[in-house]
């Protein structure tokens, strides 16, 4: 079966395999599901862990063989491509498995894996390039000494003496700890959770008053506590204030970003604190599109604007997949994904390239806003969608349609289940039908909504 992968020739999606995949060519397909069927279970290990042997036994569809099998895979064109297990819903069968397929199977990246190193990849799920994919950081690594002082950032104020005592002694502002961060990224990022922290003490504080004042005597005590605790995080925003300001004294590298591609500016965003993002702007912080992906966590239509009106270039594609896909509790995200829409001109049709992780779990390669509103039951969202032109019937890499999103679970997860099912996910699936979505439709495993919902009833 070969996956129908459409989007537009004007701008396609290309695929990037992630470190240490390996792909089954489509023509092998045939073969590969044989001798996994014939050889898995008899095998003495394998046998005692194979979810569901009679369906294992039976299916056509190899990539269904691999979900049996606890194994993650993704598709391009008609080519399965298998990731690297990451510890989803059961044990790691792939070391035991291999020899059944190993000659059908061709490594993504040639000559990148030594002969003793391919099988301890698949026992452990390591990455072939030995990283974790994310970017190297240029920083000096960091004395005993210094690691110790960027712990205590977290803990206290600093002073200007003992950071240049520091800066004296490793001959630069910008040494990394064990994590790659510097002191720069250690004091934005402390004071990014400190603001997010008394912002929910605040929240807690008001409510806390707000009963207290409608003559609740016993929430008194609890309004003294909560003010307390208010107090307490104001002292811990103006010591994590007072660090930024003393590592930014020292002219540190403002482009400097994490392992996982966070810089300053990204904190700033994700944060929602609009002094913060001008005061970086103003210093010659560079906006980039992860600013604007950290960006969303804030749903607020000001920042987003803001730092689009900065840098235009670095509104991303997958920016309104992104924002779809987050939980649709949040206050202000049906006026966040029409700002993007209506304003930026995102097309409420692209398709993401990677694959985007949300709370409820993972939007594939090639998923589409409404897929990703589908995925977090988002009513308000997937209406809007749809009147601006969403087409119901796209699929993902995986052959998933929106409907197969909010039926239930369409892949492996790191440490086990995380689909459920919202209030308004009986509402999402009968919105998609009206607009002509099948229930009937099979993904790339043979798998149809109606399996998806049979199963999370199981």
């Not at 504080?205 to 004042?213: G, I, K, Q, T, V």
């Amino acid at each position: 079966m070969t996956a129908h992968v459409p989007h537009s020739p004007d701008h396609p999606v290309p695929y990037v395999s992630p470190p240490g995949a390996f792909r089954i060519r489509q023509a092998d397909h045939a073969a590969a599901l044989k001798s996994l069927q014939r050889g898995c279970p008899q095998h003495m290990v394998i046998a005692d862990y194979l979810k569901n042997p009679e369906e294992f036994a039976r299916t056509s569809y190899l990539a269904r063989a691999f979900e049996l099998l606890g194994m993650q895979c993704d598709v391009d064109g008609g080519d399965l491509v298998l990731v690297p297990f990451e510890g989803g819903e059961g044990v790691d069968l792939s070391a035991y498995y291999w020899d059944f397929i190993e000659t059908l199977v061709y490594e993504e990246h040639p000559g990148s894996l030594s002969e003793g190193s391919k099988q301890a990849m698949i026992e452990v799920g390591m990455e072939a390039d030995g990283d974790d994919g994310a970017g190297e950081e240029d920083g000096a690594p960091a004395s005993d000494e210094a690691e110790a002082f960027m712990e205590e950032m977290a803990e206290r104020e600093i002073t200007g003496e003992e950071l240049d005592a520091l800066i004296a002694s490793e001959g630069t502002v910008d040494f990394c700890n064990s994590d790659g961060k510097t002191p720069w990224l250690v004091a934005c990022e402390g004071y990014r959770w400190a603001i997010a922290e008394h912002a929910e003490a605040q929240l807690a504080c008001d409510e806390a008053n707000d009963r207290s004042d409608d003559g609740d005597e016993s929430s008194d005590d609890e309004r003294d506590d909560a003010q307390q605790a208010l107090t307490e995080a104001a002292a811990v925003l103006q010591a994590r204030l007072h660090n930024l300001r003393i590592v930014l004294q020292r002219q540190p590298d403002l482009a400097a970003c994490t392992p996982d591609g966070m810089d300053a500016l990204a904190y700033a965003a994700q944060s929602g604190q609009v002094e913060w993002v001008d005061w970086l702007l103003a210093h010659g912080a560079q906006v980039r599109p992860r600013t604007l992906q950290e960006a969303l966590q804030s749903f607020s239509v000001d920042m987003v604007r803001k730092l689009a009106q900065a840098n235009p270039r670095a509104v991303a594609p997958d920016l309104l997949v992104r924002a779809s896909a987050a939980p649709c509790v949040m206050p202000g995200k049906v006026e966040l994904v029409r700002y993007l829409v209506k304003e930026l001109g995102c097309n409420v049709n692209v398709r993401t390239a990677a694959v985007i992780y949300e709370d409820k779990g993972r939007v594939g390669r090639l998923g589409t806003p409404l897929m990703a509103a589908a995925l977090a039951d988002d009513l308000a969202v997937a209406e809007y969608l749809l009147a601006a032109g969403a087409d119901v019937h796209a699929v993902d890499a995986y052959g998933n349609t929106a409907l197969h999103y909010c039926s239930g679970q369409t892949w492996v997860s790191d440490g086990g289940p995380l689909w459920f099912a919202l209030d308004d996910n009986p509402s999402v699936m009968a919105l998609l039908r009206q607009h002509g979505a099948n229930d009937g439709v099979q993904n790339i495993a043979g798998v149809t909504p109606g399996d998806l919902r049979a199963r999370r009833d199981e």
